[in-house]
C-alpha cells in the first residue's frame, strides 16, 4: 500500500500545480484575446476529421490555430495543414496519456498569440487522464461517436461532468447501431445540467452549421 | 521541473514492483492450470458483447470466470452474468484508468482458482495507460473496431506492441467506413512480428469460430 499512497500524494500535488498554471494560461489567452477549444474523446473518435470540416468554415471569419497533441505520431498534424492551410504545431507527450497546462502554456507561447482568435488543442485520444487536467482552455468540447454506445457517460464520468459542448459524431451510421440519442443525453444531464448537445456528420455535413454557429458566437461573446 | 521528476521516479519504482508482481501472478495461474486474458482496447470498441459471445461458446468446453474493471459502474458484470452465466466479478479501479497485477491478484484469490480453466480479464477502455501495467496474463488479447480507424497502431504503438491476438472488431460496418484490413495488419507487424489476427463481428458471427478455436487451443496448450 506504501507505494499506492506515495504516487495518490505527488499525484495531487501535480494536479494542484496544473490548477495554478491553468489559471495562468487563462488570464493569458484573455489579455490577447484568444479563445482556447480543448477537444477531447476516444481514439478514433473523429476528432481529426470533425476538426477540418470545422476549420474550413471558421477560418472564413477567425484566424485560427491548431495544437495537436499525439503521444508519438505526426499524422494529424500534417492532415491538418494539408487539408485546412491554418497553422498547426505538434505537441509530444512522451507516452503521457493527457495534455497538461504547463505543455500548453509553453505551446501557446511559441504560436504567437498576437495572430490568432482561437486555437483548438487535439488532446489524447483518451476518455480518462485527459480529463483530469485543465489545460486553461476556455470551453472543453467533447466527442462522443455512435460506434462507442450511449452507455459511456456511466462508465467514464468525470470526462461527461468537466465537458461542456457535447458532439456525437459519425451520426450517419446510426442506422447500424444502437445509439439512442435521448438516452445518452439524459446520461450526462444527470452528470452536467449545463451541457448542450450537437449530433453531426462531418461526412454528410448534418448538423455541422448549427455547431459552427455555437463556437462563432462563443468567440465572439469572449472577445466582446 | 522538479515535480516531474519525481513523478517519473515513483512512477519507475511503481512499474518495477508491478512487474515483480505480475510475475507471481502468472506462478500462482500456472500452477492451479488457469489461463488468463487481459482484454484491451479504446472505449466502445465492443468488449463486452464479444465477451458474452465468446463465452457463450467457450463454456461448453472450459469452466469460464470474467473479471470486470470499470472506473465507477457496474452495467458491464450485470450484462455478463444475465447473459453468460458465468461467474462475474466487479473491480473497481476509483479513477485510476488500468489494472494492475495488486488488483488482480486480490480478484483471482477471491475468486477461487481451483474451479477455473480461464479467466477474462476486461480492462478498462484506454489504448494508453493499460498497456503499461502487466497484469500476469498468460494472453494479451487487443481489440481494435472498425469506427476507431486503421491509423490507431501509429498513434497508440505501445498497446500493438504487448498485445499478441488482435481482434478487429464491427466488420459487420466496415461497408460504411474507411478501413483498410492490410494496412492495419501492415503496421502492426512493424511493432509486433508475432502478431496474430482475428477479423470479427460479434453481431453477425463472422470469423467467431476462428477466434473461440484459438483460445480453446493456447488453453488446452497451456493446461498440457
Do not use: W
Not at 50 to 78: H, Q
Not at 118 to 132: D, F, R, S, T
Not at 144 to 151: A, F, K
Amino acid at each position: 500500500m506504501e507505494s499506492n499512497i506515495r504516487v495518490i500524494k505527488v499525484k495531487q500535488s501535480v494536479l494542484a500545480n496544473n490548477d495554478a498554471r491553468a489559471e495562468k494560461v487563462r488570464a493569458k489567452l484573455k489579455e490577447n484575446g484568444v479563445f482556447l477549444i480543448n477537444l477531447m474523446s476516444s481514439p478514433g473518435a473523429g476528432k481529426t476529421t470533425l476538426l477540418v470540416s470545422l476549420i474550413n468554415e471558421l477560418k472564413k471569419n477567425l484566424r485560427v490555430g491548431v495544437i495537436e497533441a499525439d503521444m508519438d505520431a505526426v499524422v494529424d498534424t500534417e492532415t491538418i495543414k494539408e487539408k485546412t492551410g491554418v497553422k498547426a504545431m505538434q505537441l509530444h507527450t512522451s507516452g503521457e496519456c493527457h495534455l497538461d497546462a504547463k505543455m500548453v502554456d509553453e505551446a501557446i507561447t511559441e504560436f504567437g498569440l498576437g495572430e490568432l482568435d482561437l486555437v483548438i488543442l487535439e488532446n489524447i485520444g483518451n476518455l480518462v487522464c485527459p480529463a483530469e487536467f485543465d489545460t486553461g482552455a476556455s470551453m472543453n468540447l467533447v466527442l462522443l461517436s455512435v460506434p462507442e454506445g450511449d452507455d459511456k457517460p456511466l462508465k467514464y464520468p468525470l470526462m461527461f461532468k468537466v465537458g461542456e459542448v457535447f458532439v456525437f459524431t459519425k451520426m450517419d451510421v446510426a442506422p447500424y447501431f444502437d445509439f439512442d440519442l435521448e438516452k445518452v443525453k439524459g446520461h450526462i444531464l444527470k452528470l452536467n445540467k449545463e451541457a448542450s448537445f450537437y449530433p453531426v456528420s462531418a461526412k454528410t455535413g448534418e448538423g455541422m452549421e448549427e455547431l459552427e454557429k455555437a463556437i462563432l458566437n462563443a468567440v465572439r461573446e469572449y472577445k466582446k
